[in-house]
């Protein structure tokens, strides 16, 4: 039996991890990229050539050391610094790319045009995909065993509506998607609407050169540091899985006092107008990793507003009241998913009424396994997508291959409509956001390779106190299970030191 063609749609973190977990499933990938070269949005140079957005911006410095945000059978080299500044990130996947030969398997400058069920859907489950060469023009058809998405969750700007905003403000006005450098707002006074991770960069990036910058924000957020307790990267301390258990045993009451101190220890929220109106163990929470906002609205250099109420030709109002000269608004309040090359019959472009399976696999098709997505999530409040993606495109491939089977319809649905109900009682809405740890865990045990800490404890001592009382670290998700490799205890095991190698060379 010949091995199944899979097409895999991005060269990004996503996709990489895709063609790899094929090729560690003896699956044959054919990955179609539309830049010319590989990283996704790490790629910033192409992304600017193309005029695609989500793009990094000229300043961007990875929010997640290199230790938690690496692949896991792959580590940063030891030595880089704990964090990236993004040419260096979009080098590692490069790196990656050249490890496991993966560059072989991708063609770039291909747009797909459109994924559609081939002839023979209802007995093979396989898909047609139409491509475009961006070189030539030329267009292909061809049929694949399956598909994998793995062109990200972030494809479509979300725009607020102001009033205003459209008809009477006369400055300039773009989307963070489109954010390159702070130079375009030399001397101007910049509002940017959203505290998020990226709106709370530009206020920063743009305080050295502006004239004044204001930060709107809905609902408030809480900053946290990159450089954590004891100069520990954030991810290092945070949370063990020892210290998440401990958590799930305390009253929530008692945990929601201990995190909101954690995370108030460096800052007053309150008095600087940011404090959130959920708490930081609330889902619906904003968390904003930024190490300078703090110095720069203590300096004035940054100053936060409320929610907007409208706009004037060249002002704004804020529903508190206050009115601001702005000479250029930046609209930093994220992206909604669509895919252009799918038809609403196959995912709706709604992402209430997405129905995947652990957000991978669309249960409501014949073969819900030959059409996946991976990457259509993010970790809510941030953290390692990484490490995520990669867990998805295991799983997926697994399945592909016959070494995993996916539960029947019924309780996928099932699964699918109890988490639902449960975000919209919690958040009011429907959203592409997991909990990061919980999710990751839960997809690493459905493959079997979460190891167990008991086993670990009779077998490799050293490795399970590593495992239950260290930092989430990627490598643990590679030392049980199917495609485990034993050199990934090592790199668990040096994961600390390798972290402060940087600084002794």
């Known amino acids: 039996m010949l091995p ?24 044959v990938p054919v990955c179609y990229e539309l830049c010319s070269g590989l990283g996704g949005t790490w790629n910033n140079k192409e992304r600017i050539r193309m005029k695609l957005s989500p793009k990094v911006y000229e300043s961007l410095i990875t929010n997640l050391s290199k230790e938690a945000s690496a692949f896991s059978d792959f580590p940063m080299p030891k030595e880089w610094p704990p964090y990236q500044e993004w040419r260096q990130y979009l080098r590692y996947f490069e790196l990656y790319a050249d490890k496991f030969d993966l560059k072989r398997y991708i063609e770039f400058d291909v747009a797909v045009l459109e994924v ?50 459209k008809d009477r403000f006369r400055g300039k006005v773009l989307h963070s998607g489109n ?13 940017i609407c959203g505290a998020g991770n990226s709106g709370c960069d530009i206020a920063v990036n743009c305080s050295s050169v502006a004239s004044n910058v204001l930060l709107s924000t809905r609902s408030g957020f809480w900053v946290v540091p990159r450089v954590f307790t004891n100069g520990n990267p954030l991810s290092f301390g945070l949370a063990s899985r020892f210290s998440i258990l401990v958590r799930s045993f305390l009253p929530s009451w008692i945990v929601k006092k201990l995190v909101t101190s954690l995370v108030e220890a460096r800052l007053n929220h309150k008095t600087l107008g940011i404090k959130s109106k959920y708490s930081p163990t609330d889902t619906r929470s904003t968390f904003t990793i930024n190490d300078e906002l703090t110095l720069k609205t203590y300096s004035g250099q940054v100053k936060i507003r409320p929610e907007v109420k409208s706009f004037g030709e060249d002002h704004v109002t804020f529903v508190d009241g206050r009115v601001e000269t702005v000479d250029a608004v930046v609209i930093a309040t994220g992206f909604t998913p669509k895919l252009e090359f799918l038809s609403e019959d196959i995912l709706s472009n709604n992402p209430e009424d997405m129905r995947l399976h652990k957000w991978i696999f669309p249960f409501n098709l014949e073969h819900p396994s030959t059409l ?7 970790p809510s409040g941030g953290g390692a997508s990484n490490v995520i993606v990669e867990l998805q495109a295991r799983y997926v491939t697994q399945v592909l291959s ?15 409509t109890t988490r639902r109900e449960a975000m919209f009682k919690q958040l009011g809405c429907f959203r592409f956001r997991v909990p990061l740890f919980k999710y990751q865990e839960e997809i690493a045990n459905e493959i079997g390779v979460l190891p167990s800490f008991l086993r670990l404890l009779f077998t490799d001592p050293r490795l399970a106190f590593n495992f239950y009382f260290g930092p989430l670290l990627p490598y643990h998700y590679r030392l049980v299970g199917k495609n485990s490799k034993p050199e990934c205890r090592q790199y668990a095991l040096e994961a600390m030191q390798k972290t402060w190698a940087f600084f002794h060379l």
Not at 15 to 26: E, I, R
Not at 179 to 189: I, L, M, P, T
Not at 372 to 378: A, D, I, N, P
Not at 402 to 416: A, N
């Open 116 to 165: 559609h069920k081939s002839l023979s859907y209802s007995q093979t489950g396989s898909w047609i995909v139409r491509s475009k060469s961006l070189i030539n023009g030329n267009e292909k058809e061809i049929e694949f065993d399956a598909v994998i998405v793995a062109s990200g969750g972030k494809t479509k700007q979300k725009w607020p509506e102001y009033s205003g905003l």
């Open 402 to 416: 016959g070494k995993h089977k996916l539960p029947s319809v019924e309780d996928m649905r099932e699964e699918w």
């Open 179 to 191: 954010y390159e450098s702070a130079e375009e707002f030399k001397g101007k006074a910049v509002l």
């Open 4 to 27: 199944k063609r899979v097409c895999v749609i991005g060269a990004g973190p996503a996709g990489l991890a895709a063609t790899k977990s094929c090729l560690d499933n003896q699956l």
């Open 372 to 378: 996946t997505f991976v990457g259509s999530c993010l």
